[in-house]
């Protein structure tokens, strides 16, 4: 009997360290809950433009944060279900970040998550600026630039952060003029009082070369009143339409018909600027710093709409200027306070043909050319 006892005694305490075992294994196992970054620990020349993401799996985070090398936190967003943070801000160049993070699963346990890595830093940050520039009423023609300080390699990066919003549907496109301006227009003249809205995001694109923008540009702007100024040079007059009608003309004496170099050449181009009183010099031709009043250049080449009394017996009569449009005060103070900047100059009848290198030159390029020069 004592023998039973024994043996009953030795199954007991079996059974005893048995259940203990199992208590034990239950106690360390380990948390459901999973935390990760989408950027790894130590990782170096991450893009600043990419959102960074912590995201929780089978638990829910409790905290979420990034840092800079100052301690700053980084904004973002924990999703309504608490199952991942966004960072909603872009990073900067040649940075060092830290994230942290908590998840905990259904189990009540915590998983820690830390780490940090390092931002792309370049060897040039390169700025660009946009025409027209926010809150101006332009002309019909105005197309859209954005310049860069220094030539781009990877034009197709930076276009691909072009975006351009108008309030009319507008059929348009970008082209490259050269490495270092892109502009945007419109395949027929703008409709009148379109609403336009232009972002450039450009921080953070690759230009190549080690290259990178270093800031985004918008502007806003809108179209004013459709006005159309039409040269016929044998006819000497000027005349302007709005809205494809006549409203007025003037006597004009433009550019020598018997000097190619001094004609006012065919082409349309657009009111670049405008000087109550302009200078004019060509010294190639004998004269400098001769003043006239109301002057509206459409050309870099050299063209202008201004008065011209001293060649008042001219004006209406004959072609004498030297390539500019001659008018008389009382009509060139008319136009001058009626024209727009992007207003177009459409110039027909002479025997020279502008090229298109001399800004603006947009609208002397045929729209099918225009379209190839998009590098997308």
Known sequence: MAGTALALLAVVGLAACSTG?????????PPVAKVSA???????????????TIQAKQGELTEAKLTNEQ??????????DKASWTSSE?????????YTAKAKGNDGKAVPLEGSFSTIEPSSVVRAT?????????GVAMPISVKFEQPIEDKAAAEKALTVETSNDVEGSWAWLHDQQVDWRPKEYWPEHTKVNVSAKLYGVNYGGGAYGKTDVTTKF???RNQVVKINTPDHEMKVFEDGNQVTSYPASNGKDADPNLNTPNGTFIVMAKEEVGNFSNPQYGYTDVMKKWAVRFSNHGEFIHENEENAANIGVANTSHGCVNLFEADANEYFHGALIGDP???????TTMEAKYEVYDWLIPWEQWQTMSEL
């Open 21 to 29: 075992a199992e208590g034990g294994a239950e106690q360390d196992a």
């Open 38 to 52: 989408s950027v790894e620990a130590k990782a170096k020349d991450v893009p600043v433009r990419e959102p960074i």
């Open 71 to 80: 301690g700053k936190e980084v904004e973002g967003e924990l999703a309504a």
């Open 90 to 98: 872009p990073l900067g160049y040649g940075t060092t970040y830290e």
């Open 130 to 138: 946009l025409n027209p520039t926010d809150d101006q009423t332009v």
């Open 222 to 224: 809108e179209i004013g």
């Open 345 to 351: 100059v459409e110039v027909t009848g002479s025997q």
